[in-house]
């Protein structure tokens, strides 16, 4: 299985501003995703992230609010924009490894918005 | 839209005592199930099942896939305070643009009390 890493893990942050989270994998993986999990509730997909192209949104979620960057098979990066009290939530990262298409996940970023 | 279902939603039990968990499901076009452990932040990988009826082992878990009655179950023999968690369901989407996408299960809360 992969190595990943997220940075950072945990932020408090104000309303208005945005939040950059790193995610970084050890090798190179074909798919990369962010997710969500908002307190209680499980996990919902916010976006592919696409080496070279842009990231693909899934209903609900849109680029202006979380951009992604993904500048290479190993490294990608969500940002929170504009931030509110709703937005507090545990942002992951997973990685699809090809051989074995399971996907394993980042240890996480625990945001909370103030 | 692809569904997740799982029940029961929470479970107390004692240590020593066996569980089944269960997860049903609605995609539009199936690739895997999955189950992952969550303790903390991050999602941990228990199973990957793309056949029906071929049961995965590890340790005192096991899983299974129905693919004709579209649902899964994940057992966990002589429970110990250690299994004590939220489990996670997730299906992986084959098609198109959605290729690799998880939708998760609410989760079960599993608690086991010495």
């Known amino acids: 299985s992969a190595v990943i890493s997220q940075k950072p893990s945990r932020d408090i942050c104000q309303r208005g501003t945005s939040l950059t989270i790193q995610c970084q994998v050890d090798?190179?993986?074909?798919?990369m995703f962010w997710y969500r999990q908002q307190p209680g509730q499980s996990l919902t997909l916010i976006a592919t992230?696409?080496?070279?192209?842009?990231?693909?949104?899934e209903s609900g979620f849109v680029i202006d609010k979380f951009p992604i960057s993904r500048p290479n098979l190993t490294f990608s990066t969500l940002t929170v924009s504009n931030m509110s009290p709703e937005d507090s939530s545990i942002y992951l990262c997973?990685?699809?490894?090809?051989?074995?298409?399971?996907?394993?996940f980042g240890p996480g970023t625990r945001l909370l918005v103030l | 839209e692809d569904k997740v279902v799982q029940s029961p939603l929470s479970l107390v039990v004692h240590e020593g005592d066996t569980v089944t968990l269960n997860c049903s499901y609605e995609?539009?076009?199936?690739?895997?199930l999955l189950w992952y452990k969550q303790e903390k932040k991050a999602p941990t990988f228990l199973f990957m099942l793309?056949?029906?009826?071929i049961e995965k082992k590890s340790g005192r878990l096991s899983s299974i896939l129905d693919k004709k009655e579209l649902f899964s179950i994940l057992n966990i023999t002589a429970t110990q305070t250690g299994d004590s968690a939220v489990y996670l369901c997730?299906?992986?989407?084959?098609?198109?643009?959605?290729?690799?996408?998880?939708?998760f299960g609410q989760g079960t809360i599993l608690t086991v009390h010495p």
């Open positions: 995609v539009t076009n199936f690739r895997s």
């Open positions: 793309t056949s029906s009826g």
């Open positions: 992230a696409n080496q070279g192209s842009e990231a693909t949104y």
């Open positions: 090798s190179q993986v074909t798919m």
């Open positions: 997730a299906v992986a989407n084959a098609g198109g643009t959605s290729y690799g996408k998880l939708t």
């Open positions: 997973s990685v699809g490894v090809t051989s074995g298409e399971t996907q394993y």
